[in-house]
């Protein structure tokens, strides 16, 4: 996984009045004064960083680090609140259904916001009702096991989950996410059969893992750190291996092409004003080069990633053919 740095602002986009839109954030955000954009006068009141997973994880440590910082830049309070479900599926649905005014926006991952909708009915969502506003931060995908574990090399994991197909249980962040793809990758490369076992989140998987109900976890870079001493990193998704983890060997360099994880962005109701969407961008943007939240990215094994709105949908759509390819040689698209 390339980080991809592009802080060239989105050109071309027309400030336009929106007060018969309803658009204004209600109680005095918005634009119906003056004829100008939406976000002439937004935001005017407190705004909600949204999580559709549990506490702990990638997306909850990144909101706490931008928390503070974004606040300062858009001039108003910023809440973090939490609505897990269905691998993050049950948050993205009620996006689609709260008012397009920009004061509430969703942490919203790739893969996760492709696959859903691709392979399951009851996603409540399709990738295209989710306006993209900005993605920040990716974390490759790292296959762990407990530091007690037998399995010292990803060759050995390889030959044990061959000794007993389909035994072998690999625990990850959520169905049909980046954590469930790695895995499905690695069977498809491996010719293996490991049987992935879905968790809410990174913190509820990890428990998991040191507790011994699953026997690997495929999970992010940062809980190579976070985790210490308690596991052992057989492999993590990347080209080359990272600075911050040079002891950690790539699935490339043992004989294995995967390279992939997590994109890490927000998103609004699809019906948000582009001005307002562009703002959001624009302050996203400027927290992403605060030194600060870079350093605290470096020592988290997060990469740092700008991809503005137009550039998150062409990210989307170029995972997307990778993902449909894999998925359907494994006949698993309906």
Known sequence: M????????????IAVALAATGCGGGGGGGGEAGGGGAADEFPQKRLEYILPFDAGGESDITARLQQEKLAEV??????????????????????????????????SNLPHIILQPMLRDDAGYETEDLK?????????????????SDIQTLDDFIEAAKADPGA????????FSANHIGTLMLNDMAGIDVTYTPFSGTGTAVPALLGGHVDALMSYSP???????QVRAIAVATEERMPGLPDVPTFVEQGHDLVDGA???????????????????????????DPELVTAFEEQAFVLENYGPEEAVELTEERKAVYEDLLTRLELVP
């Not at 858009?74 to 479900?85: E, R």
């Not at 072998?168 to 169905?175: L, T």
């Open 168 to 175: 072998m249980s690999v625990g990850g962040s959520g169905d």
């Open 223 to 229: 809980q190579i750190s976070q985790l210490g001493d």
């Open 263 to 289: 994109y890490r962005g927000v998103s609004v109701p699809m019906d948000t004003p582009d001005d307002i969407v562009q703002k959001l961008a624009d302050a996203f943007e400027e927290v992403n080069q």
């Open 2 to 13: 390339k980080s991809r740095r592009t802080f060239a602002s989105i050109v071309g986009m």
């Open 132 to 148: 993209q506003v900005y993605i920040f931060q990716s974390t490759p995908n790292a296959l762990l096991v407990p530091a007690d």
């Open 74 to 107: 858009l001039g108003q309070t910023v809440n973090i609140s939490y609505k897990p479900g269905g691998g993050g599926a049950l948050g993205w649905s009620e996006l689609t259904r709260m008012a397009p005014d920009g004061y509430k926006f969703m942490g």
